[in-house]
T-cell receptor, first 109, second 114 residues
Framework: GQNIDQPTEMTATEGAIVQINCTYQTSGFNGLFWYQQHAGEAPTFLSYNVLDGLEEKGRFSSFLSRSKGYSYLLLKELQMKDSASYLCAVKAAGNKLTFGGGTRVLVKP | DGGITQSPKYLFRKEGQNVTLSCEQNLNHDAMYWYRQDPGQGLRLIYY???????QKGDIAEGYSVSREKKESFPLTVTSAQKNPTAFYLC?????????????FGDGTRLSIL
């Protein structure tokens, strides 16, 4: 079966850095995605990792360690608009994505 | 603009009634997906289709049905057999054969029981 774990909620201050961890146990691995979802809206794609290492995209970075079944999303220079849920999703066999429960990030002034 | 359109945005269902949620995409994507999201939860896969006239059950298919008669359309029917249908339903699509292509999501349909 598939199991993806992420913290339920995190709080951080505007301008700070927050790291959202994701651990996974899946049958097969073909990549890991991070999505951002504001309340009541559709998820939007943030990043994709398939090889070990860090992918940087502006204020957002994502890291993957396949041997440890671990990824994190790093949000730097936090802004109020970054308050949202962040979803970790693993692509295992076939084209199916399995999502974690999401991490709700609250940015405080 | 290319994208995924879900309608309606809000839907109310009476007990014992079937309802159909629409999903249309003009991105020329082969693969389409339906997810259910409950408050404070992640997304759970209901059904998916990788090509016209073919679809597979996801993790929570019971009480739902789909069809894929056209590439651009993937409607979801919530049947009366689904005992707890109140949720946010998201449709997604992607290019089938490119591993790093993300799924693109519609804006969702919020279904409630009257």
């Amino acid at each position: 079966g598939q199991n993806i774990d992420q913290p339920t909620e995190m709080t951080a201050t505007e301008g700070a850095i927050v790291q959202i961890n994701c651990t996974y146990q899946t049958s097969g691995f073909n990549g890991l995605f991070w999505y951002q979802q504001h309340a009541g809206e559709a998820p939007t794609f943030l990043s994709y990792n398939v090889l070990d290492g860090l992918e940087e995209k502006g204020r957002f970075s994502s890291f993957l360690s396949r041997s440890k079944g671990y990824s994190y999303l790093l949000l730097k220079e936090l802004q109020m608009k970054d308050s949202a849920s962040y979803l970790c999703a693993v692509k295992a066999a076939g084209n199916k994505l399995t999502f974690g429960g999401g991490t709700r990030v609250l940015v405080k002034p | 603009d290319g994208g995924i359109t879900q309608s309606p945005k809000y839907l109310f269902r009476k007990e014992g009634q079937n309802v159909t949620l629409s999903c249309e995409q003009n991105l020329n994507h082969d693969a389409m997906y339906w997810y259910r999201q409950d408050p404070g939860q992640g997304l759970r896969l209901i059904y998916y289709s990788q090509i016209v006239n073919d679809f597979q059950k996801g993790d929570i298919a019971e009480g739902y049905s789909v069809s894929r008669e056209k590439k651009e359309s993937f409607p979801l029917t919530v049947t009366s057999a689904q005992k707890n249908p109140t949720a946010f339903y998201l449709c997604a699509s992607r290019d089938r054969d490119f591993g790093n292509q993300p799924q693109h999501f519609g804006d969702g349909t919020r279904l409630s029981i009257l």
